[in-house]
């Protein structure tokens, strides 16, 4: 159904910086360090957040993003808090974003906490990789951050199919995959700590659960659970909406 190329190989959505790095930081340098075309894509500029500014979290986003090696990460300016499904213009903000990138697999990337934006991005998600293949339905593309700043958005397909849709698993989840990110693990962590806003607790900030020392060992936990199910040393898993269609055995070893 799709009649152009995509422009991505995968494009991971989440709500705020910092999301995408702590969700699914291993998997996304593991692809890009296989030249896999990686974006990011943060929905809100994180106004609400308990320390730092948005400007100072969008700065320590490029950094990670430079660490990771991806292609390119975008930011629009949605509500902080307020992400939601059922608001038709964030569902065709999503759409566009897609119509535009046109990735193979779109991966919902929620931090796994009870932050009610954490909780709405993965429906939020589901709902606009189908719509963006409505081709009746044409939402437009605001305007973003970029970067790298000389990056350019290509123009929106009429209509996009992505090949998955995917959700990264919080803890207790049943996985459909999973990337082995045991070489990549340091860079992961590297990544995290560019948001030194976040996950430093400096004099001045406010106390929080991501700025306490323990939550860093929680994510190695995850990363050492997805890991040893797996049977590898350390892993991030996914959630995909659909079985793949193979024309051969495939060659993975199944966990
Ligand atoms: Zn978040």
Same mark, same amino acid.
């Given at each position: 159904m799709n009649d152009r190329a995509p422009q991505c190989d995968l494009l991971c959505i989440s709500p705020h910086t910092d999301d995408a790095e702590i969700a699914l930081g291993g998997t996304l340098r593991l692809l890009s360090e296989k030249g896999r075309r990686v974006w990011i894509c943060d929905l809100?500029?994180?106004?609400?957040?308990? *320390?730092?500014t948005p400007e100072l979290r969008w700065q320590e986003a490029e950094k990670a993003s430079k660490i990771l090696g991806i292609a390119g990460r975008l930011q629009f300016d949605l509500p902080d808090g307020f992400i939601?499904?059922?608001?038709p213009q964030q569902v065709a903000l999503v759409a566009a974003v897609i119509r535009s990138l046109r990735p193979r697999w779109v991966v919902a990337a929620p931090?796994? *906490?009870?932050?009610p934006d954490h909780q709405a991005i993965p429906p939020l998600v589901r709902k606009a990789a189908f719509m963006s293949?409505?081709?009746a339905w044409r939402p437009d593309l605001p305007e973003s951050r970029l970067w790298p700043a000389d990056a350019k958005l290509p123009e929106p397909a009429e209509r996009w199919d992505c090949e998955a849709v995917a959700t990264v698993c919080m803890p207790g989840d049943k996985p459909d995959m999973y990337f082995d990110i045991s070489d990549v693990w340091e860079s992961k962590v590297e990544a995290l700590t560019c948001y030194a806003s976040q996950f430093e607790p400096a004099a001045g900030t406010r106390a929080t659960k991501i700025n306490d020392p323990a939550f860093l060992a929680e994510v190695e936990r995850w990363a050492r659970g997805w890991g040893f199910k797996a049977g590898v040393r350390m892993a991030e898993a996914l959630h995909i909406e659909a079985a793949p269609v193979a024309g051969?055995?495939?060659?993975e070893r199944w966990s």
């Open positions: 809100t500029r994180g106004e609400l957040g308990s *320390n730092g939601s499904v059922h608001d931090m796994p *906490n009870r932050h293949r409505l081709a051969d055995m495939p060659q």
